[in-house]
């Protein structure tokens, strides 16, 4: 009883903070009135200047100015909607907007009248708390690679073996970055490495591990990879209604959000994002219409709670082997399949000379680049065609480079490109993953969380016990069919982290793995926006 009350406690102080953010319009006469130091630390916004990213350190709130809009007069009615605030304008004076929150933030203006609008007519940014100390791009990839360096240099020595037995070196590459941009001295935000790691590297890299494909040997991994990952499915649909039921008792006011929106809506964006990907995603915001602020939440719950289960199953790898022998797992098709790899590898490795490096990147990248050409023109064709919100994720430009990147690499794997194995394509693309997977840390941010506990505690508490009953479904289907941990954790990560994370899941048990994490995590694409439409009917009900 006690522990109840102390919960509806924290959420009710969490009620009383989300309603900090205040809008306000003044005449222009006020607005020249209001002391200087207040206005001199208002970010002007219009949607022609405003910047991507704002401080909360630097900064008391934001002006909004109309002097950039071609609004003109002859509007019927102006409507200024700030997240999931709105506010009908009757004039075209100044508007100050403080107390936002940090993260994701959404300004719209909706103009009814026979000329709306000349230019766009929204503004996205990011509030976050401090400027970080490394803004420079070159920097911070410079940092990244040297923890990376740091920690397979210190995981060599004797002295750590012990340590690196219990925290895996993989673990310490997505961790560390993590604590760097939690403590300020990065920003994921600010930084575009994510960006240029997912849509260069990650395809490039899939190209390079994909060259020594044997698909005879994958398929003989038999059914048991896509039965884990429809229990992986199937966890992530039923967790969803459970976890909610079980924080709905625990907070009863809950059900209802705090901008009078059903917290039903918003999971159903987390169950389309941890089932199929940011596409699906995309469009359970579409389909039950998913206001702003609890949206730009969601996101944080997402990313937060897939971040977490990733680092749990990075540390599970290293110890497979105990996981494997728990579940009485037979791991003689993986085993053959690494060994048959390794074998090739060592049979065409040849001391790499600068013409065939050069030759093996140019081929990759020039993959990449045609991947890219052919998703820039299939990602708006199939967007223009498709209606249906089931197929949405067929718009997706990454979903289209994905796959195109590794149908190439398995079509390369035919030809004597194969060959370049032997230069080290699995190697170099291997390095990619590693770098991918610093970058992926680096969008993890403990501080921020932290401090904003009690406003994400409910929310935070039903991904965590969502998240559980996946993995307890997940493992207890192992059990049964005595699936190796290698098909469970791609088989989750598949669904839960997307095609950005789930190479790296299987390629951490080998990198001729990385391509079965890709063919399955295209699969959650294509299953994602009905199961997270299952999942949230059953939420809707609860």
Excluded at 219 to 245: E, N, Q, R, S, V
Excluded at 334 to 357: E, R, T
Aim: aromatic share 12%; net charge neutral; with cysteine.
């Amino acid at each position: 009883m006690r522990i109840k009350v102390l919960l509806v406690a924290l959420f009710s102080i969490s009620s009383l903070l989300l309603q900090a953010q205040e809008i306000k319009q003044y005449t222009v006469e006020e607005y020249n009135a209001l002391s200087s130091d207040f206005t001199d630390t208002l970010d002007v916004l219009s949607p022609t200047n405003h910047s991507k990213n704002y401080f909360a350190d630097e900064q008391g709130g934001f002006v909004i100015q109309f002097s950039q809009m071609d609004i003109g007069n002859s509007f019927d009615s102006l409507y200024l909607h700030v997240d999931s605030m709105s506010l009908r304008l009757f004039s075209l004076d100044p508007i100050v907007v403080t107390g936002m929150k940090e993260g994701d933030h959404a300004i719209k203006f909706k103009c009814n009248g026979p000329m709306p609008f000349a230019g766009d007519n929204e503004i996205l940014f990011v509030l976050n708390d401090t400027r970080p100390f490394f803004e420079n791009d070159a920097i911070v990839f410079g940092l990244l690679l040297a923890i990376l360096a740091f920690i397979f240099w210190t995981s060599n020595l004797k002295q750590l073996n012990k340590f690196y037995s219990i925290v895996p070196a993989l673990l310490l590459c997505y961790f560390i970055p993590a604590i760097f941009n939690s403590a300020d001295i990065i920003n994921s935000n600010v930084s575009e490495l994510y960006s240029m790691a997912k849509y260069y590297l990650l395809p490039g890299a899939l190209i390079m591990l994909c060259l020594s494909l044997d698909l005879k040997a994958v398929f003989k991994l038999g059914p048991k990879a896509l039965i884990m990952f429809f229990t992986a499915t199937i966890g992530i649909i039923i967790g969803g209604p459970i976890a909610l039921w079980l924080v709905s008792i625990m907070f009863p006011d809950f059900m209802v959000a705090q901008e009078g929106e059903e917290i039903w809506r918003g999971l159903s964006t987390v169950a389309g994002s941890w089932i199929g990907g940011s596409a699906n995603q995309n469009a359970m915001k579409d389909i039950y219409q998913v206001g702003d602020v609890i949206f730009s939440q969601m996101i944080i719950v997402d990313v937060f709670i897939a971040n977490l289960f990733m680092a749990v199953l990075l540390f599970g790898i290293s110890k497979r082997k105990r996981i494997d022998k728990w579940l009485k797992a037979d791991n003689t098709h993986i085993d053959k399949l690494q060994d048959k790899m390794a074998d090739y590898s060592a049979s065409v490795s040849i001391i790499p000379s600068f013409k065939k490096v050069i030759i093996m990147l140019g081929v990759v990248f020039a993959v990449v680049g045609l991947a890219h050409l052919c998703a820039d023109w299939l990602g708006p064709e199939f967007k223009a065609i498709i209606q249906s919100k089931y197929l949405s994720f067929l718009g997706s430009g990454f979903f289209w480079v994905i796959v195109l990147a590794t149908l190439f690499g398995v079509f390369l794997s035919f030809t004597k490109a194969k060959k370049m194995e032997g230069v080290g394509a699995s190697r170099i693309g291997t390095v990619f993953i590693y770098i991918l997977v610093a970058t992926i840390g680096m969008k993890m941010d403990i501080g921020m969380l932290i401090s904003n506990f009690q406003v994400f505690f409910p929310l935070i508490l039903i991904g965590l016990i969502w998240i559980i009953i996946h993995g307890i479904i997940l493992f207890a289907v192992a059990k049964i069919i005595k699936a190796p941990f290698f098909f469970a954790a791609v088989g989750s990560q598949a669904n839960v982290g997307g095609a950005a994370s789930a190479p790296v899941v299987a390629g951490s048990f080998h990198p001729s793995l990385a391509p079965v994490g890709v063919l399955l995590a295209v699969l959650g694409y294509a299953v994602g926006t009905i199961g997270a439409i299952i999942c949230t009917s059953m939420m809707m009900g609860v």
